[in-house]
């Protein structure tokens, strides 16, 4: 090499290292966002133009998406369904139930036969009514296994007919039929004095059967898009969509019967990096987002970004009482009291949002903010190693992660593990991302499994028998099997009780409480619903359906 | 033949009485010692490995030890380079980081080494149907892509193996199966290994086919030395020297590769730091605590540099032909 060329290269080099040593050295953002605040000055009404400027909400999908039914019950474009169907009926950002599709519904004594009436205002946008053929129809085709909706199970689970369906048997739900054009019956196989919570969903929202329904009773492809002219119900309506971009662009359904959007467009593209979403923010770009995770968002975009009502959700680090050494209840103990709830949160959440862990309920009636499940002690946790099957930390397997799929899951993990060296002196600890690793060999292997859990809608029982019940997802797959029958018989009992009849909490607590003896999780930390919504979006909120709520209130100020 | 200095300078031309005999390899050293910016790289390789042996003795704290109410400081007294987003030393960890990008630098250039140069050294001697035959060999490993290799084993054979150590251990309680680390190393960076090899086959196989020819070769060949006298005694020396140059910078690229992998998660798993895997992290910080990218970006800069200030050093000094 030339000496030109070397010098050149030590010259470059270096000013590269004093500008990254510069960087280094600067101090930290302070914890004031560097985000443009309407000022006084811009907050003054704009000067009146001779045509007023089209306000419009630009919205950021975590991921790119090329199917934008509302049919499939899932996925980052579902959590904006909301603004373009009208769901049965729907929850405030409180837990508050509103009606919508449907303005009444009633059940029968034993709560097996749910009557709900449509309100005869609720129309398409192309000013025809949603009747209750359209509503049965749309049900009905949610559980044909060839729609492929994600989530069908927690809405029509016990509805007469639904095994049928869901296992290619039938087409429709033989337990759900249209009385007359506004009156829709639900035949439950077995009382659920809550089904009518249930619908409050936009993940089943009433469409157009004429439109979505061939004549084979399955999904017609590609119903939803303008080019193919769909009527939708809520308060926006699509006029295009650039699959091939993940752009989709809505503006007022003139035919709304909620009142009038103050928002003329909405417009949806795809942001899947999250720095490349936060530059967008700050630099005024983007409006909301449906889903956003950095281990500094809020330094970088402040509380009120991530700030939202607590949601009947938690994340905790799920035990397997199938595999070793968890399978050993003093292990678990042991595991579990050596860890302090607080400092697991604050090591994933410095500055929230969420709250730590102190029991496994939240944001539902029934929690006991006095109950203290266990107090992290350091002897007591080394006591109850020393008293398991395998005495001490020479004697453990090696403990497996699973689900630590992004930083903050990490950070808790990593902190959770080193408590672990420290108190126990367990040294053998892997940690794994995805889902997908836990299969093959990890079906055997892995012990401890983070991932969340929780209901839909604010209901103690449903939150439990979700998430502890010997038939759920969390008690199956994330706890290997766990089945205590008394919590099981606990909290059948409690299902069958009204929505309003104190017996329901009581039993729900008395389930929760076996459920806590038995050491099943590490506390990680409860969710809010955050906003992921500049400053200027005003009227904004969203529920533990995940949905924005009354979306045809939502308001752009000037900034 | 008399090889003394008298002897030799007695048939040197004019002007050159009084030099003493030098042999190839310290002609070699005296042009390195005079390249100053070989000589700063070879000081920083020293460091490097200084640090790497020494490391547990001179990490200021434990590398794994967090402080949650120090996280994310910037550059101190007390932490030279700051802490983490778990308030772990960044400086101690930069330092471990070295013991792990050595192990697998060195390791890996070892391994590659020893196959390329015997597979290379057999090709260009023997010639023929063996020759081609290696050199077929070269091409086909030279066409599977790194990446992909590593995270097939990674995603293959890692967890069986780590699964069957863990059971090992708990039958055996032999503490040798315990640390699965060494899974990473031997799995992941021994099949990095196992075809880094083919370029240096390809340079020592050439160097032999233009060495075998010399007069020196020829000689020895009508003397009637074994082959095995021959390529050991006569060809290997004078044709290494490329391999050295090429190896050095082989240290640093295997470095990369870790850190690589380890960003892209198919390598040295946290809490273990890795510059890589410390580089990950810093990566989705950077905005507001810069030193946590900064401190591992550049010490791996600084050391890709150094073995690349080394290796171009070392092409001159080895090969003074090419000397300017």
């Not at chain 1, 004031?32 to 630009?58: D, G, K, N, T």
């Not at chain 1, 860890?339 to 009636?365: R, Y």
């Amino acid at each position: 090499m030339e000496r030109k060329n070397k010098i050149r290269i030590i010259a470059l080099f270096a000013l590269v290292t004093l500008l990254l040593s510069l960087a280094a050295c600067a101090q930290p953002a302070t914890e004031e966002p560097e985000i443009e605040q309407p000022s006084e000055e811009q907050a003054e009404p704009a000067e009146p133009s001779e045509e007023e400027e089209e306000v419009e909400l630009r919205i950021a999908v975590g991921a790119r998406f090329d199917d934008l039914s509302p049919l499939r019950g899932g996925g980052h474009s579902a959590f904006w369904l909301s603004m373009w169907w009208a769901s049965p009926m729907y929850y405030d950002s409180d837990g508050q139930l509103h009606p919508y599709v449907f303005n009444e519904w009633e059940a029968n004594d034993d709560f097996t036969v749910w009557t709900f009436k449509i309100d005869p205002k609720a129309v398409f946008s192309d000013g025809s009514p949603i009747t209750a053929g359209d509503v049965k129809a749309t049900w009905d085709l949610s559980a044909v296994p060839t729609t492929k909706h994600q989530r069908v199970g927690l809405f029509f689970t016990g509805v007469e007919g639904y095994d049928a369906v869901i296992n290619s048997e039938a087409m429709q739900m033989s337990g759900i039929a249209a009385v007359d054009d506004n009156t829709i019956e639900v035949t439950l196989t077995a009382p659920d004095p809550v089904f009518y919570k249930r619908m409050a969903t936009n993940l089943i929202p009433p469409v157009k059967a004429s439109q979505a329904v061939g004549p084979d009773g399955k999904e017609v492809f590609e119903w939803w898009r303008p080019e193919n002219g769909v009527v939708v119900s809520g308060p926006f309506m699509p006029v295009s969509m650039d699959l091939d971009k993940s752009e989709a662009v809505f503006v007022k359904n003139p035919n709304f019967w909620m009142g009038e959007p103050k928002i003329d467009k909405v417009t949806l593209i795809a942001v899947e990096d999250a720095q490349t979403a936060i530059t967008l923010f700050q630099s005024g770009e983007l409006d909301a987002m449906n889903e956003i995770f950095t281990p500094t968002l809020v330094e970088e975009m402040g509380e009120e970004f991530v700030s939202g009502p607590m949601i009947p959700r938690g994340h905790q680090f799920w035990l397997d009482g199938s595999k070793e050494p968890t399978n050993d209840i003093n292990v678990r103990k042991a595991l579990i009291m050596s860890v302090d709830p607080d400092m697991v949160f604050e090591a994933a959440f410095p500055n929230g949002p969420g709250q730590s862990v102190t029991q496994l309920l939240v944001a539902v009636e029934g929690v006991d903010p006095e109950y203290v499940w266990y107090v992290p002690d350091a002897g007591a946790a080394q006591d109850a190693l020393a008293a398991s099957s395998y005495e001490n930390a020479e004697n453990l397997p090696k403990l497996y992660f699973v689900g630590i799929s992004q930083a903050s899951h990490e950070l808790a993990a990593q902190y959770i593990a080193e408590v672990w060296r420290q108190t126990l002196g367990i040294e053998e600890v892997e940690m794994k991302a995805a889902f997908d690793e836990y299969s093959g060999p990890d079906q055997d292997r892995v012990q401890i499994f983070r991932d969340d859990a929780g209901a839909r809608f604010p209901d103690p029982v449903v939150y439990l028998m979700g998430t502890i019940h010997s038939s759920s997802g969390p008690a199956q797959r994330k706890m290997g099997g766990y089945n205590n029958p008394e919590v099981d018989r606990l909290l059948e009992e409690a299902a069958t009780k009204g929505a309003d009849d104190p017996d329901r909490i009581a039993l729900a607590q008395q389930a929760h409480e076996l459920f806590l003896e038995d050491y099943m999780f590490v506390p990680y930390y409860f969710q809010n619903m955050p906003r992921y919504a500049m400053p200027w979006v005003t009227n904004w909120s969203k529920n533990s359906d995940w949905q924005v709520v009354e979306p045809w209130n939502v308001v752009i100020e000037p900034h | 033949m008399s090889s003394s200095p008298q002897a030799f300078n007695e048939v040197l031309p004019e002007g050159l009485e009084g030099h003493e005999p030098t042999s190839l390899w310290r002609d070699a050293f005296d042009r390195l010692k005079a390249n100053k910016l070989a000589v700063f790289g070879f000081i920083i390789v020293v460091v490097l490995l200084l640090v790497a042996i020494l490391g547990p003795f001179i990490t200021p704290y434990d590398f794994l030890s967090q402080d949650l109410s120090q996280r994310n400081q910037s550059s101190s007294a007390a932490h030279l380079l700051g802490t983490d987003d778990l308030g772990r030393d960044v400086l101690s960890r930069v330092i471990y980081g070295a013991r792990t990008a050595t192990i697998v630098a060195f390791s890996v250039t070892a391994v590659s080494l020893l196959i390329g140069v015997s597979l290379g050294a057999i090709a260009g001697y023997s010639g023929g149907r063996v020759d081609s035959a290696i050199v077929w060999i070269i091409d086909l490993t030279m066409s599977i892509p790194i990446l992909l290799l590593a995270v097939v084993i990674n995603v293959s054979l890692k967890t069986p193996v780590t699964y069957w150590m863990d059971d090992m251990y708990l039958k055996t309680h032999n503490p040798i199966y315990r640390e699965t680390i060494w899974v990473d190393f031997a799995l992941v960076f021994g099949a990095l290994a196992l075809i880094m090899w083919p370029p240096y086959a390809r340079l020592i196989r050439g160097q032999i086919l233009s060495i075998r020819n010399e007069n020196y070769v020829l000689a020895a060949r009508a003397l009637g030395f074994s082959n095995r006298r021959i390529l050991f005694r006569h060809i290997l020396p004078n044709g290494l020297g490329p391999v050295i140059v090429l190896a050095s910078a082989g240290l640093g690229q295997a470095m990369i590769l870790e850190s690589a992998f380890s960003f892209l998660g198919i390598g040295v798993r946290p809490p273990i730091p890795s510059w890589g895997n410390m580089i990950s992290d810093g990566l989705r910080v950077w905005r507001n605590y810069p030193h946590l990218l900064a401190a591992p970006a550049v010490v791996l800069g600084i050391i890709t540099v150094a073995f690349s200030f080394l290796g171009d050093g070392l092409n001159d000094a080895l090969n003074p032909k090419g000397w300017r």
